[in-house]
């Protein structure tokens, strides 16, 4: 019976394989999946035939009746990116890949800055069907009138004001999820909490400090200019940020860093001068990228669902060229604290 039983899951992940299956199957990367089946280069021979043979065996297929939606061409997703994060941008990415190829479509990635001409050269060369617009871009007029001027269907991603944004979006609550994890550390005793800014330019670093100040007002706790330093999602302005912040005459029982990569930098300037964490201070992020994860003690913060945010946005592009209607209303996703090593009670009970 359980003989049987195996053999009709077996069967049944046949049919519904996905690259995620054939990159367990091969022992190989999803990027790698990708590249084999998209016939790019630099691969090694072995690992493509790997892939290949892992393919055939789960009986992956393409969806061609996605593929094929529009007439004459491959169906291409411009993913337009403008972070200091790379952990950041790797996790978008991976996000809008593989739904991607889940619904037969092709991505592209557009590493942009001020000058949204770069934006528009890809436009001409790759002429792609639809467009996901990442912080901070999806606040940039230009990039907007762009999109718009040539007609190019796009989703943004946690806009300033979603409830007024012309286009399509999908979004978190950071002032929400901030205000969540500054309540985690006042519940655990802390009272002399900082806070490090991030970039300014994108709005969701104002959203996620407004959460941070509610939480200590509700408390009863006074704000000190002091515990707040201006960060810009960097590894190194978080490194900065942590050294005003450590140099202080009481330095903070806790830090909240507004992404994980300033949080890392943080617990880097601790271990530099021998602050234990979070014996003597405890640490906190906000995304739950890879690195928090992978370093010692692993990071306590909140988790963003980058990749889903991103996922969302690809199918909703292939929504919209399935029915060819109005642009959805905004869309927001859940997010929770996740609790890791970097945050205890504080060394000495607040006075």
């Not at 994860?293 to 909703?316: K, Y």
């Amino acid at each position: 019976m359980n003989s049987v039983a195996n053999e009709s899951r077996k069967a049944q992940h046949k049919l519904r394989a996905t690259m995620v299956d054939v990159a367990k199957d091969a022992g190989v990367s999803f990027k790698t999946v990708s590249r084999v089946l998209n016939g790019e280069g630099n691969v090694r021979n072995e690992t493509r035939k790997l892939v290949l043979e892992s393919a055939q065996r789960l009986n992956y297929t393409v969806n061609g009746a996605a593929r094929s939606l529009r007439v004459g061409g491959p169906q291409i997703i411009a993913l337009l990116v403008a972070n200091p994060s790379r952990s950041y941008i790797e996790s978008m990415h991976l996000g809008a890949l593989k739904r991607c190829h889940e619904t037969g479509m092709h991505l592209i990635m557009e590493e942009c800055d001020d000058d949204i001409s770069g934006i528009a050269s890809m436009i001409d060369n790759a002429s792609p069907v639809g467009a996901v617009v990442t912080p901070p871009l999806c606040d940039n007029r230009a990039v907007i009138k762009l999109l718009q001027d040539r007609e190019i269907p796009h989703v943004l991603i946690a806009p300033a004001d979603p409830q007024s944004s012309k286009g399509a979006s999908i979004n978190m609550d950071d002032g929400a999820a901030a205000r969540e994890m500054t309540e985690y550390l006042i519940g655990m005793g802390h009272r002399r909490i900082a806070f490090i800014k991030g970039h300014p330019e994108h709005s969701v670093s104002e959203k996620r400090y407004n959460g941070y100040v509610q939480a200590m007002k509700n408390a009863g706790i006074a704000l000190s200019e002091e515990l707040v330093e201006q960060g810009r999602f960097s590894w190194s302005s978080g490194l900065v940020a942590a050294e005003k912040l450590l140099d202080l005459p009481e330095p903070p029982s806790a830090v909240f860093a507004s992404n994980d990569d300033m949080a890392a930098a943080v617990i880097a300037a601790a271990y530099r001068r021998n602050i234990h964490v979070p014996g003597d201070m405890s640490v906190v992020g906000f995304d739950n990228t890879q690195v928090a994860a992978v370093i010692s003690p692993s990071l306590t913060t909140v988790n963003q669902p980058i990749a889903e945010l991103v996922s969302e946005a690809v199918g909703m592009l292939a929504s919209q060229m399935h029915r060819h209607g109005d642009a959805a209303d905004p869309v927001f996703l859940k997010h929770h604290i996740v609790k890791r090593e970097s945050a205890g009670r504080p060394a000495k009970p607040a006075g």
